[in-house]
């Protein structure tokens, strides 16, 4: 681990102009307490069996959701934002942008865990949404996010307990965090930004580095995003396991760290001389 990330700190430290994107999951974010999907034994996937549904997906699919909304409320008292804080990770990639070395985040967690740590939301796209705001899904009525996560909080099952969900404009529509579901359109900003991004990468790929993160590169459309990195521009894997097209098409510029997110950002701002402001971010401090 340790030569992968003065390999990391070597290139960011050689070219002082040099900003990172980072693309991120659901991995950044177990050490704060949020589970994964697909983590052996500890995922969401495999925690799911008390919903009763019919494949684990189903609990993020917007079909499903249109029949049956109540296990993704269970899901979603338990994942409100508010109820966790930021990680290492989370904290790590701030530090960046305090730094100017942070160009953008993009990042498939609802957990709005970016925004908790202070990322200015200009860096941000949360490419699957976020729990931030909410919408009728038959009528498009826009829910503020304090109304809708009072109700979702106090949430509990059994019959017709989950009518407060309905629209008080259609009074039909469910009323839904604005994350993307199996079965949606992504926001069109992630779009935008990956294009102009990849076309900044073409062009000055000496100048960005891509680092995944905490991430299976498993879901649409991440599982092709490392793929379209330049070969030129250097990508780097921060992970617990190798994946995507980093197991199946390696690159010889790779930097791959398959380790815990949190340990690996820590060594890296030793590495960088920034320890003490990380720690300082951390305390709030
Ligand atoms: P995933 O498919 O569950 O993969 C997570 C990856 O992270 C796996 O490869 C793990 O090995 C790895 N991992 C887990 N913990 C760590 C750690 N501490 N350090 C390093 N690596 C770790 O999740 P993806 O994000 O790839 O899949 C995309 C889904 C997950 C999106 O649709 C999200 O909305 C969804 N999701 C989000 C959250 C959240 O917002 N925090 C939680 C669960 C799922």
Redesign the pocket.
């Known amino acids: 681990m340790k030569k992968s990330i003065k390999q990391l700190s070597s290139i960011l430290k050689e070219n002082p102009n040099s900003k990172v994107i980072f693309m991120v999951?659901?991995?950044?974010?177990?050490?704060c307490g949020?589970?994964?999907?697909?983590?052996p034994k500890t995922?969401?996937y495999h925690n799911l069996s008390k919903l009763n549904l019919p494949y684990a997906e189903a609990v993020?699919d917007i079909d499903f959701f249109k029949n049956n909304p109540v296990p993704f409320y269970i899901l979603a008292k338990e994942?409100y934002p508010g109820n966790f804080k930021p990680s290492k990770f989370h904290y790590f990639m701030k530090l960046m942008e305090d730094k100017n070395r942070l160009h953008r985040v993009y990042t498939?967690?609802?957990?709005t865990l970016e925004r908790e740590a202070g990322i200015s939301g200009e860096k941000i796209i949360e490419a699957?949404g976020s729990f931030a705001s909410n919408h009728c899904i038959n009528c498009n009525e826009r829910y503020e996010l304090e109304i809708f996560k009072e109700k979702v909080t106090n949430f509990e099952e059994g019959p017709g307990k989950h009518d407060f969900a309905k629209c008080r404009k259609c009074v039909d529509g469910l009323i839904k965090p604005n994350?993307v579901f199996f079965g949606e359109n992504l926001p069109s900003s992630f779009f935008t930004s990956l294009d102009y991004d990849r076309k900044l990468l073409e062009k000055n790929s000496d100048d960005y580095i891509v680092i995944f993160?905490?991430?299976?590169?498993?879901?649409y459309p991440?599982c092709s995003s490392a793929a379209a990195v330049p070969e030129m521009a250097t990508r780097s894997l921060?992970?617990?396991?190798l994946?995507g097209n980093f197991k199946k098409e390696p690159r010889d510029s790779d930097i791959v760290i398959l380790?815990?997110?949190?340990s690996v950002v820590e060594e890296l701002a030793r590495e960088l001389g920034w320890l003490e402001d990380l720690e300082k971010l951390i305390s709030g401090s």
């Open positions: 999951g659901a991995g950044i974010s177990t050490s949020i589970p994964d999907f697909r983590s995922g969401l993020f994942l498939q967690n609802i957990d699957h994350i993160a905490g991430t299976s590169l498993a879901v991440f921060v992970n617990k396991e994946v380790e815990n997110c949190d």
